[in-house]
């Protein structure tokens, strides 16, 4: 069934948004991306107001907002607000967006207007740690002088992005150590053919690392971590984790440590397949909604 769609703001992956909206025959509608390249030219832009006035379905970025008061805009010239999307909001329309705070969600409430939060989504979770591994894969290439491939690398942590990227590391021929706090998640490193090790025993003696990816949300690596590190003028750590991230940087930066921040590295490096992974999510939704 084709439906309205109105897609505001964000990065590139909302423009890719778009484009496949109206590819798979929907009627789309874009705000606040006037400065996008990528946006068809068939796809009409309106003021904000009157883009959501016009939608069965209003797809806001990820993250929506930063500050809880305007959109996530990269593309506007203009600021946008979430006050707008809420005034103009039809009762029967679904709002969708990603990364919400409490404050969008309790102002949405307020309101009584629903809003889905795409991120929240398992499938969407799995499916967007495919190009976060990519993504990490990039970095580390860049960053070094050497091959993955004989590398010994330590990926913390093993939920979704710690699964996919220590596949991908064995693929390439790296020499994979994984760690983890459960024992079952611990058996399926072992299983998976990566040297397993219990979180809390990363760097109970000294270690060296050429490589370092965290993924787990929490400071692991605090100054006495770093400090176990033998080769700290030549390991590289990458942090995937969402905040308040995995590593004291300002500790590793004092001990001449490199390390990287890499946040929403899926709009960054494949935000196309990453608008994929948005709609398909999204069509989920709608249609859980339909069915009540």
Request: hydrophobic share 45%.
């Amino acid at each position: 069934m084709n439906m309205r769609y109105t897609v505001v703001g964000g990065d590139d992956r909302q423009a890719y948004l778009a484009n496949l909206l109206t590819r798979d025959g929907h009627q789309v509608i874009c705000s606040g991306m006037e400065n996008s390249t990528i946006v068809s030219r068939e796809i009409k832009a309106k003021p904000l107001p009157e883009a959501v006035l016009a939608a069965d379905i209003v797809v806001l970025p990820l993250p929506a907002t930063r500050d809880g008061v305007t959109i996530n805009a990269n593309n506007s010239y203009t600021r946008l607000y979430l006050a707008e999307v809420f005034d103009n909001l039809q009762d029967g329309v679904i709002a969708v967006g990603g990364m919400l705070d409490r404050k969008l969600t309790e102002a949405a409430e307020a309101r009584g207007i629903v809003i889905y939060d795409y991120l929240k989504r398992e499938e969407m979770s799995i499916l967007n740690a495919i190009p976060t591994a990519e993504g990490a894969l990039e970095i580390a290439i860049r960053e070094t002088d050497f091959t993955l491939h004989s590398s010994k690398c330590l990926v913390s942590g093993y939920g979704r992005i710690g699964k996919i990227l220590s596949k991908m590391l064995m693929d390439l021929g790296a020499d994979v150590t994984v760690s983890a706090r459960k024992c079952a998640d611990l058996a399926w490193i072992k299983q998976a053919g990566c040297r397993a090790v219990h979180i809390s025993g990363i760097f109970a003696e000294e270690k060296e690392y050429d490589i370092i990816f965290n993924t787990v949300p929490d400071v692991i690596f605090d100054r006495h971590a770093l400090s176990k590190i033998t080769n700290k003028e030549s390991v590289l750590i990458i942090d995937l984790a969402s905040d308040p991230g995995g590593i004291d940087i300002e500790a590793a930066g004092t001990m001449g440590i490199k390390s990287i921040r890499a946040l929403s590295l899926p709009g960054k490096v494949a935000p196309k397949t990453a608008a994929a992974i948005i709609r398909d999510t999204i069509y989920n939704i709608v249609q859980e909604d339909k069915n009540g």
